[in-house]
């Protein structure tokens, strides 16, 4: 800039970006706590209302717990449109840590791994298709 002197516009800039960094990984970690924590809300409540240790050995894992990772996991994408995967990854990886800290690995931890990222499709695409809309809205 021409009104600086002395590289204290470098400085400015530099200082600038490394603020804009912090608050993008703040936004990033906030946004991982929120799809972490409601990927463990859902595999608890789903568990305790069906009485199963495994919320996924529920029907309501399906007809409601997945929907609203899916729907979560679009709106995650929506407000951060960068990497929507992980939106959608994140709730999923919630629950497998859950179940591991609750239940232990057991000797089918690497079918719950397979399944765990089976599951993990739908809400990733719905991501993805937030972070179309988010893109859109913005005119990026």
Known sequence: HPN??????CFVWTAGVAQ??????????????MALVVG?????VVSQVSQRREAWDSQWY???????MCVVSA???FVEPNRPWRWGAAPLAG????????????NLLPLGIVVFG???IPSMLTARLGAVAGKMRSGA
Do not use: C, E, H
Not at 62 to 68: A, L
Not at 96 to 103: A, E, H, P
């Open 20 to 33: 804009s960094i912090r608050v993008d990984m703040k936004k990033d970690a906030w946004l991982y706590a």
């Open 40 to 44: 463990i809300a859902v595999w608890v």
């Open 62 to 68: 399906f007809i409601v717990g997945v929907p609203v």
């Open 75 to 77: 709106m995650l994408g």
């Open 4 to 9: 600086n002197r002395k590289g204290k516009g």
């Open 95 to 106: 629950q497998f840590v859950w179940m591991l800290v609750t239940q232990g690995p057991g």
């Open 118 to 120: 089976i599951l993990a």
